[in-house]
T-cell receptor, first 112, second 114 residues
Framework: DQQVKQNSPSLSVQEGRISILNCDYT??????FLWYKKYPAEGPTFLIS?????DKNEDGRFTVFLNKSAKHLSLHIVPSQPGDSAVYFC???????????FGQGTTLQVKP | ETGVTQTPRHLVMGMTNKKSLKCEQH?????MYWYKQSAKKPLELMFV???????ENNSVPSRFSPECPNSSHLFLHLHTLQPEDSALYLC?????????????FGPGTRLTVL
């Protein structure tokens, strides 16, 4: 039973446009959510996070939105750049166990 | 070296071999983790260490044996593995084992079991 789901395996957008990556979760105990980016042959790189007391967190071109009632979060990248092409993982954590639960990932391709 | 390093980057082993994966973090962190990523599956947590003490074993088979001699080093000892154990093994670290703390990953070891 997957507690964190990224239902879109892939997404393709034009350079300069907005990329929206979605993530759903089922466990209401999750209170911290993270997005990681992964290039081939590299480990995941931390991108941005949000705690459950917020509904939005912004860092440069990246914004994460959290809708707790819908158990849904999204990552917005604007404007998208070709260097953003990578696999994006959503992850969730509850409490202080260090247990990060990951989604399957969404492959983003930004076309020049 | 900076960040989290892992060696080797690639490993091919037979089912009767014994090998070890090594992870080292240069971030001054106190918590370290092993994850497994199989093809078409999400990253899956295997073990958690906090100040060298194991705090989590996510029902991992005993053919995987972790070791954490200090807060900077983490090993994963492998023996009598199965072909289905072929995967990307990722090490991560975090400043502390606490809520609202991001984990930093190494590049991973690509393991193939023949």
């Amino acid at each position: 039973d997957q507690q964190v789901k990224q239902n879109s395996p892939s997404l393709s957008v034009q350079e300069g446009r907005i990329s929206i990556l979605n993530c759903d979760y089922t466990n209401s105990m999750f209170d911290y959510f993270l997005w990681y980016k992964k290039y081939p042959a590299e480990g995941p790189t931390f991108l941005i996070s949000i705690s459950s007391i917020k509904d939005k967190n912004e860092d440069g071109r990246f914004t994460v939105f959290l809708n707790k009632s819908a158990k849904h979060l999204s990552l917005h990248i604007v404007p998208s750049q070709p260097g953003d092409s990578a696999v994006y993982f959503c992850a969730a954590m509850g409490g202080n166990t260090g247990k990060l639960i990951f989604g399957q990932g969404t492959t983003l391709q930004v076309k020049p | 070296e900076t960040g989290v390093t892992q060696t080797p980057r690639h490993l091919v082993m037979g089912m009767t071999n014994k090998k070890s994966l090594k992870c080292e973090q240069h971030l001054g962190h106190n918590a370290m983790y092993w994850y497994k990523q199989s093809a078409k599956k999400p990253l899956e947590l295997m073990f958690v260490y906090n100040f060298k003490e194991q705090t989590e074993n996510n029902s991992v088979p005993s053919r995987f044996s972790p070791e954490c001699p200090n807060s900077s080093h983490l090993f994963l000892h492998l023996h009598t593995l199965q072909p289905e154990d072929s995967a990307l093994y990722l090490c991560a670290s975090s400043l502390r084992l606490a809520a609202y703390t991001e984990q930093f990953f190494g590049p991973g070891t690509r393991l193939t079991v023949l």
